[in-house]
């Protein structure tokens, strides 16, 4: 099971940019796809982001397409999303996992284990 170290969060403005990392501590990630989640409190924990560990592909939940950008840099064992155009629904905590796929075109997780996470507060 991979754990994982969210960094990133912060304070931004609506409209405003924000990149997050996710990275390892003596675990490469070649291989694993990688999801980028975020939760509300009392709301239950959505999939934003996902890329694949063979080609790299990406798949995005609509409420964040054309906005946010997920990547990888194996060397690094860091995956990045980058946020742009932030709007007042996109504050949460964001987390990464592993063991993700893809089901009615929404992006899940197997795994058990979240880190941290780290906040992200939108707000003028």
């Known amino acids: 099971q991979v754990h994982f170290m969210e960094s990133g969060g912060g304070l931004v403005q609506p409209g405003g940019s924000i990149r997050l990392s996710c990275t390892t501590s003596?675990?490469?990630?070649?291989?694993?796809?990688i999801g980028w989640f975020r939760q509300v409190p009392g709301k239950e924990r959505e999939g934003v982001a996902s890329?694949?560990?063979?080609?790299?592909?990406?798949v995005y939940a609509n409420s964040v397409k054309g906005r946010f950008t997920i990547s990888r840099d194996n060397g690094k064992s860091t995956v990045y999303l980058q946020m742009n155009s932030l709007k007042p629904e996109d504050p949460a905590v964001y987390y990464c996992?592993?063991?993700?796929?893809?089901?009615?075109?929404?992006?899940?997780?197997?795994?058990?284990?979240w880190g941290q996470g780290t906040q992200v507060t939108v707000s003028s």
């Open positions: 996992a592993t063991d993700i796929y893809i089901q009615g075109g929404r992006i899940v997780t197997e795994s058990d284990y």
């Open positions: 890329i694949s560990g063979t080609d790299g592909s990406t």
């Open positions: 003596g675990q490469t990630l070649d291989r694993y796809a």
